[in-house]
């Protein structure tokens, strides 16, 4: 079945980079886009980035652009995001998640990210 | 950037009772192949979402047939035919048709 298990996640100074994972299995990992989706304590939900399945095209919300770097390991079958300059509002649980044209059709567990001085 | 606006953002419905939760865009968003890219997703407390219906209407395998989606345009409906006590949650709509995908605020599910 399919599996995503992120991992990285902390308690960071605002400023500080972290790097998140994504180990994905029971699935094609090659084949498939990737996103990264976040929900910010009593707040909803947002699209932070997306890579598709040849990495040509990237994708990034304003509010992380120039920040966050999305990457993928298909040797490794690990999806990536590299998060630098970290504020206080990118406090959130990231999830990974599974592409399914226009939709997400799996997500991950989650990872906690808090931001705090 | 699509704005989805959900309402209402709270809804407390007894148990064997419809429910119906209405979500509208800022735009039009059909896709260039057609396809109208309209979501919903449940997301239960201590749970990662859950997608219940792709493409306004189709619903996901699993997903009990009391969820139904409808709508066109900028209107979309997501409707609870009789709710159950695991219906409990958070529900959002998401548009997958522009980046950046955008969700509704979400509307939060309780039992009366």
């Known amino acids: 079945q399919v599996q995503l298990v992120e991992s990285g996640g902390g308690v960071v100074q605002p400023g500080s980079s972290l790097r998140l994972s994504c180990a994905a299995s029971?699935?094609?990992?090659?084949?498939?886009?990737m996103h990264w989706v976040r929900r910010a304590p009593d707040k909803g939900l947002e699209c932070v980035s997306l890579?598709?399945?040849?990495?040509?095209?990237?994708y990034y919300a304003d509010s992380v652009k120039g920040r966050f770097t999305i990457s993928r390991d298909k040797s490794k079958n690990t999806l990536y995001l590299e998060m630098n300059s970290l504020r206080v509002d990118d406090t959130a649980v990231y999830y990974c998640?599974?592409?399914?044209?226009?939709?997400?059709?799996?997500w991950g567990q989650g990872v906690l990210v808090a931001v705090s001085s | 950037d699509v704005v989805m606006t959900q309402s209402p953002l709270s809804l407390p419905v007894t148990l064997g009772q419809p429910a119906s939760i209405s979500c509208r865009s800022s735009?039009?968003?059909?896709?260039?192949?057609?396809?109208?890219?309209l979501n919903w997703f449940q997301q239960r407390p201590g749970q990662s979402p859950r997608r219940l219906i792709y493409?306004?209407?189709n619903r996901d395998s699993g997903v009990p047939d009391r969820f139904s989606g409808s709508g066109s345009g900028t209107d979309f409906t997501l409707k609870i035919s009789r709710v159950e006590a695991e219906d409990v949650g958070i529900y959002y709509c998401?548009?997958?048709?522009?980046?950046?995908?955008?969700f509704g605020q979400g509307t939060k599910v309780e039992i009366k």
């Open positions: 493409k306004v209407s």
């Open positions: 890579i598709s399945s040849d990495e040509k095209d990237i």
């Open positions: 735009q039009g968003f059909v896709h260039s192949d057609g396809n109208t890219y």
């Open positions: 998401m548009q997958g048709a522009q980046w950046p995908w955008t």
């Open positions: 998640a599974r592409d399914q044209k226009g939709s997400i059709d799996y």
């Open positions: 029971g699935f094609s990992f090659s084949t498939y886009a």
